[in-house]
């Protein structure tokens, strides 16, 4: 209403604030309302996510997926020993800046091979487990110029149509054995089963890790596609863990606290160049109390300079800048004997603190990246912080080996949905999954089946329930699944962080078994199908199996796509005898290639 003189009365400008006053406040305690409804659904969505990995996966459709017959060609002979992602022929496409060409570059689309990898000429079955930790066939790994290059190493020796490994390194000329007894001495953590698992940086034939496993640890052994040439092939030929892979300008694919212990054994990284990037990366996969050892330069230099090709003071002052940037990083020297020493990353908060002086060096990391982010994340200088309120995540709050196995992590809780209830119930699904799997394939358990991938696991339940058969398992956790690569970790089992829309971080023919349970359901809407198994077909070795647990919806057609990769496949129930759920256990023909003799 208005005065006759058009101005506004006053006590009509008070009668329109109280409906509009109202309106907000019934609009925001709707908002308010239908917000925690969206919540709380969202919670019970992800909570049902993880629960679903934990139990049999639901029918994704009442029609299953046909596809018509398919036969898939041989590469070409030059691609026996391709690996996609880390191929020698396209890093001159790449930066050689800190190495960055070895890293992982994954060909587009459009030059993906669609063809089968053949097998050397000559290749045969691999020896079996025990033996093959000390000799594997030259063909099968036909590489000379390992074997000329280090022979007075004695990493290796052709001796007739085999390599040998009689356990010589570098910094263990009296052999790996003899070089382990001192590490033991020096870190007497490693005897009682409190060290579990360990990895292995720049490590040639991976004799280090081959003679931790008779010690009950774990070890991951770590190299590049380089000039030493098939580093880690050597490794899984002898059947010893081993991933390619190099510390660059990405973080290395595991989460943050993982591993028990650290190895370099003269790597030749540079520790101290680029603000000591590469040791940060170390003390971010380094579990508080987690061990670093370091033989050869600078170490013992007092001795060895002479060796190195330098001089006393410029290792001297290599030795003082390791030591400085260790100490900057919550580190401290444990022990030092000779040609090894051994520091210890601190699981005091009060170190972590004084990082949050801005005019220290190396400073603490921000929050803006996860520390357990690790697939294609840019390496930062900085110290990613252990989580102060984790308190059993360090090394001496763990249970030893083996208890720790089937103890719940205090990690699983981060896991949306997951929880000690759900971790026990995985575990004990998975006893039974693998006691069932082991009447379907008699296989299982003996020698014949030495390294095995579990290409989709959660907690790391089957590799669990087989434990005490002569074999390994890597773990690999999605990387565009909950990150529970950590419980992996935690439990005292070894794994990876991996997208199955792109090629593996290893040589072809490497394992005797994989296994994936609903992985076509979880990632038919991101990878083809066709080069998921290509792929697995590129690094299983001939003659060796593969255990497809997956929704009747997708059976038929991998078991018809297989078919084209000459595999021979059967269809069989699961333990639970449910209709929307079978089981494909497949094995892999050994064929040659038409273009070898």
């Not at 101290?272 to 590469?278: A, D, K």
């Not at 005490?468 to 794994?495: A, E, K, Q």
Request: with cysteine; aromatic share 10%.
């Amino acid at each position: 209403m208005k005065h006759k003189d058009g101005k506004p009365h006053q006590s009509d400008k008070s009668s329109w604030k109280v409906p509009v006053a109202l309106t907000v406040v019934v609009l925001c305690g709707l908002s308010f309302y239908l917000g925690g409804i969206f919540c709380s659904e969202r919670e019970r969505y992800v909570a049902e996510a993880v629960n679903k990995a934990v139990d049999t996966p639901t029918e994704t459709a009442t029609v299953p997926v046909q596809i018509k017959a398919v036969s898939f060609p041989e590469c070409s002979a030059e691609y026996q020993d391709y690996t996609p992602c880390t191929d020698p022929k396209r890093w001159h496409k790449y930066g050689r800046h800190r190495l960055a060409f070895l890293e992982r570059h994954c060909p587009p689309s459009f030059e993906r091979q669609e063809c089968l990898v053949p097998p050397p000429d000559g290749y045969k079955s691999p020896i079996r487990w025990p033996k093959s930790k000390n000799e594997c066939w030259y063909r099968n790994v036909p590489y000379d110029w390992i074997n000329k290059q280090k022979s007075n190493q004695h990493w290796l020796k052709k001796e007739g149509e085999k390599f040998l490994f009689p356990g010589g390194g570098t910094m263990f000329p009296n052999g790996v054995g003899a070089y382990v007894d001192l590490m033991q001495d020096l870190i007497p953590q490693m005897k009682d089963g409190t060290i579990r698992t360990a990895i292995d940086t720049g490590c040639g034939v991976a004799s280090w890790g081959g003679d931790l496993l008779d010690r009950g640890i774990l070890t991951v052994s770590l190299a590049p596609r380089d000039n030493h040439q098939a580093q880690v092939q050597f490794a899984l030929e002898r059947g010893i863990p081993a991933i390619l892979g190099i510390i660059s300008t990405q973080r290395l694919p595991f989460p943050s606290n993982s591993f028990d212990m650290a190895h370099c054994s003269r790597c030749l990284i540079p520790w101290t160049e680029f603000g000591g990037v590469y040791l940060l990366e170390v003390h971010r996969i380094l579990r508080p109390g987690g061990f670093w050892v370091l033989s050869g330069p600078p170490v013992n230099y007092q001795r060895r300079w002479r060796g190195w090709n330098t001089t006393i003071e410029e290792q001297k002052s290599d030795y003082d800048k390791l030591q400085e940037l260790l100490t900057s990083m919550c580190f401290k020297l444990f022990n030092k004997k000779d040609d090894i020493a051994v520091w210890q990353k601190l699981s005091d908060n009060s170190c972590y603190k004084k990082l949050d002086n801005p005019d220290n060096y190396p400073s603490k990391c921000d929050d803006g990246t996860e520390p357990d982010s690790a697939w294609y994340t840019p390496l930062r200088p900085c110290v990613v912080v252990p989580n102060p309120a984790a308190k059993k995540v360090k090394l001496d709050a763990l249970p030893k080996w083996p208890e720790r196995l089937h103890a719940a992590p205090e990690r699983v809780s981060d896991v949306r949905g997951g929880s000690a209830g759900s971790f026990k119930h995985d575990d004990g699904k998975w006893k039974a999954r693998a006691k069932h799997y082991k009447k379907l394939l008699p296989a299982l358990g003996t020698d014949k089946i030495r390294n095995v991938m579990d290409m989709n696991t959660l907690y790391g339940g089957f590799a669990a329930a087989v434990v005490d058969d002569p074999l390994w398992v890597m773990n690999v956790v999605s990387s565009y699944t909950p990150n529970t690569l950590s419980v992996v970790y935690d439990r005292g089992l070894i794994g990876t962080i991996h997208d199955w829309c792109e090629a593996f971080s290893t040589y072809p023919r490497t394992y005797d078994l994989l296994h994936l349970d609903g992985l076509f359901s979880a990632e038919s809407h991101r990878c083809e199908m066709k080069y998921v198994l290509l792929e697995m077909d590129r690094i299983l070795r001939p003659n060796g199996y593969a255990i497809i647990r997956e929704s009747s919806y997708f059976v038929d057609a991998i078991a018809t796509m297989t078919k084209g990769m000459r595999w021979s496949c059967r269809k069989e129930e699961t333990e639970y005898g449910v209709e929307k759920e079978k089981i494909l256990i497949c094995q892999k023909k050994l064929w040659y290639s038409k273009q070898n003799s």
